[in-house]
């Protein structure tokens, strides 16, 4: 769903006049430990405290009286259809419209729940808050159906909520073929959270369990993703998204790179480090599947920074040196290609990063026209990531006016310059030389083809110029 900014709770200022006191002697602020989020009523929510996602229907939410597996009402959400002007799906989060709640005794957000027709809903959680969201946990592809049922969503680390404002969220679409969706309605009631003693044998991972290697440079800052912990519930498997803050990270060589506790590892120098993850504290710390081996060459070598020129002589496609055109995309992925990556950062120097490469395109049909009519030459900085063996190469392949009346023609790298291992290399290419393309009115695209005899490219600063 959508990513936001998570500030810490209330916080309490203490001011003292006409005495000193020390800071451990005061009292420590105390967040309520309620449970129960919804009961026929809400609890301690106060009186703002639904918040939509950004497309999601506002007009979903209600409380019905007529519909409640105890007591006498219900929360009911109104999943739109997809042709709905108001949006094409029910999103949103309960956020406390004051302090947060201390959910440290607690291991589980639980609730009844039914719906009107059998329907999976995408994501329930907590921990959202629009303001960061450091401690959202969810599950997805609940089943409901149309009797009432209890379901169980483990708390990833309850000691770190100590001050939790973001206490509910969800998201569903509509029933059917995409874009055909039908909408339907949902009853959700018991909110709260619980201490339950079926909730066990915590399986934590990081980067979805696997173990992963990556090449990177001094000043690159690399997220932790596919956080997330598995716990057995009444004897069967819960997983649940658990975002980073509630690991604990570990560098083993922070000389190389260091990792904060929102899972942000800082590449300081050359070397190799292991990144692993834990989840608990003393006895009860368990690790996490998955680690992240970084090997940093140290500082990022950029490629040659082109000449100054005039506006009228350059038409940029990908450089930070000229204004570029609109770009589709930097990997359209098309059928049988197998190359990942596209557009990167690294140290503030703006490239793209391709691996798995066969081919790759730059795509610029839905753009308006890039013209390079006037052009004399192609300019292109390649930086091959691996060796370079012989019959190895990488051609380009201009298309013009893409559909029934286009034009193509490629050329080969290596007739020019040979491809160097971790080393740019600047190509220069008459565009008299793509023989076969004609009018060069309409380019809309660009491809980098290597069949396979090189999987690992940096590219930079493609432009035409004259």
């Known amino acids: 769903m959508k990513n936001f900014r998570y500030a810490l709770g209330a916080l309490l200022t203490f001011v003292a006049f006409g005495c000193t006191r020390e800071i451990e002697d005061l009292p420590l602020a105390k967040f309520s430990k309620t449970s129960y989020i919804f009961n026929d009523t809400f609890v301690g929510l106060g009186s703002n405290f639904y918040f939509p996602y950004a497309g999601a229907k506002p007009d979903v939410f209600s409380v019905d009286q007529r519909e409640s597996y105890l007591g006498n009402a219900s929360i009911r959400i109104d999943v739109p259809n997809a042709n709905d002007p108001g949006g094409n799906f029910a999103g949103a989060i309960f956020r406390i419209d004051g302090a947060g709640r201390d959910l440290t005794e607690y291991n589980a957000l639980t609730f009844w729940a039914r719906a009107s027709q059998s329907a999976t809903i995408a994501e329930v959680g907590f921990g959202q808050d629009f303001l960061g969201d450091t401690f959202r946990a969810f599950a997805t592809n609940l089943s409901f159906t149309t009797q009432w049922k209890k379901f169980i969503i483990p708390l990833p680390d309850p000691s770190r909520l100590t001050q939790e404002r973001g206490v509910f969220q969800f998201a569903a679409g509509g029933i059917g073929p995409a874009g055909q969706e039908v909408g339907y309605s949902f009853w959700i009631d018991e909110l709260r959270f619980e201490k339950l003693g079926t909730v066990a044998h915590p399986l934590p991972k990081i980067l979805n369990g696997n173990n992963q290697v990556t090449a990177s440079f001094n000043g690159v800052t690399i997220p932790v993703t596919g956080t997330s912990v598995t716990y057995n519930v009444n004897g069967l498997d819960v997983p649940v998204y658990a975002a980073p803050a509630y690991f604990n990270f570990a560098s083993s060589n922070p000389s190389v790179a260091t990792v904060n506790n929102l899972g942000a590892i800082t590449v300081l120098s050359a070397g190799t480090t292991t990144i692993t993850g834990s989840i608990g504290t003393g006895s009860s710390q368990m690790n996490a599947l998955g680690s992240l081996v970084i090997n940093s060459a140290g500082p990022f070598i950029s490629a040659p920074t082109p000449p100054a020129r005039n506006p009228a002589d350059v038409v940029s496609i990908f450089s930070d040196a000229y204004n570029n055109v609109q770009v589709d995309n930097y990997n359209g992925f098309f059928q049988f290609a197998t190359t990942q990556g596209g557009a990167i950062n690294i140290a503030g120097d703006n490239i793209l990063s391709y691996t798995s490469l066969n081919f790759v395109s730059i795509n610029m049909f839905n753009s308006p026209n ?43 790298l290596v007739d020019y310059k040979p491809l160097l291992q971790n080393q740019w290399v600047s190509y220069d290419i008459p565009l008299n030389n793509f023989v076969g393309l004609g009018a060069r009115n309409d380019i809309d695209l660009i491809f980098f083809v290597s069949d396979a005899t090189i999987s690992s490219i940096y590219v930079d600063n493609v432009y035409f110029y004259r």
Do not use: C, Q
């Open 370 to 412: 890039v013209d390079a009519s006037a052009m004399t030459h192609m300019h292109v900085d390649i930086n091959v990531r691996e060796a370079v063996n012989p019959g190895d190469f990488i051609r380009i392949v201009l298309i013009n006016n893409n559909g029934p009346t286009e034009t193509s023609a490629s050329i080969n």
